[in-house]
């Protein structure tokens, strides 16, 4: 914006959290393996989350998945702060660290499940990024490329992990802070985000995505899809969508 380049087709970009969908797919591919299911305890998986997470003995891997947990979300007070400093901003976290930051910074919006309640908790991504890891003995990158990024053909795909380098995204990224002032985020360090949002692409490769996702392409089984596509009409107060599994419905 500083010299008005415009933006072009095959410029990459951050897609936020368009990557948690990315991550149910993982995650319900996992499910027709038969390697874990929804309703698998997160202590099964993460043993040392659960015991240290507030009501962590409670949670299920569903409930994580579509933000009902009541899990502290670390993703404003961590990521925010990175609009007005720039050291914030670009500082790198590993993901145990994110929740370790959740758990000493916050208190649960309410209990695991309870009836009613819905709150969008980028936590519970952190916590299933790490579940996809424990469950597969691959890392969250790895399992991105090779599940989805590498089967369509999706050659711009990345996860940032640190500071972004022009390979991973080719264009400014811009935020407006609570002030209304315009921050040039480019230098945002994706781990902050990680598998509740740091992947990068262009827009033709998120339109490939989407496109097979919608088409059922990463499935066996039409219920998979239908599974995600189970929308939660609690989180419409909230969020202005209902929710389902990594997708919100915005019709």
């Known amino acids: 914006m500083a010299d008005g380049t415009p933006m072009r087709t095959d410029d990459i970009l951050q897609i936020g959290s368009n990557t948690k969908s990315m991550t149910v797919v993982i995650l319900m591919q996992l499910v027709e393996e038969g390697v874990l299911t929804l309703q698998d305890p997160l202590s099964q998986w993460l043993p040392e989350q659960a015991a240290i997470l507030p009501n962590g003995d409670q949670m299920t891997i569903r409930q994580l998945a579509n933000h009902t947990t009541g899990a502290w979300d670390y993703g404003d007070p961590i990521i925010g702060a990175g609009l007005d400093d720039p050291v914030l901003l670009e500082k ?23 009836a009613g309640k819905w709150k969008y908790s980028n936590t519970g991504y952190i916590l299933l990024g790490m579940i996809l890891e424990a469950a597969t003995g691959e ?12 089967p369509l053909g999706m ?20 935020v407006w802070n609570e002030n209304g002032d315009m921050i040039d985020g480019t230098n945002w360090n994706g781990s902050q985000g990680w598998a509740a949002g740091s992947v990068a692409m262009t827009a033709a490769d998120l339109a490939t995505y989407g496109h097979a996702l919608a088409n059922g392409q ?10 995600m596509l189970t929308f939660n009409a609690d989180a419409l107060n909230i969020v202005g969508a209902a929710y389902g599994l990594g997708l919100m419905d915005f019709a």
């Open 92 to 114: 790198g976290y590993t993901p145990a660290e994110l929740v370790d930051y959740a758990v000493e910074n916050g208190t649960p919006d309410f209990a695991p499940g309870e």
């Open 139 to 150: 890392t969250y990158r790895d399992l991105l490329q090779t599940r989805i990024f590498d």
């Open 155 to 174: 050659e711009s795909a990345a996860l940032i992990e640190d500071v972004p380098t022009l390979q991973e995204t080719s264009t400014r990224g811009y």
């Open 218 to 227: 990463f499935f066996h089984n039409p219920e998979t899809l239908a599974e």
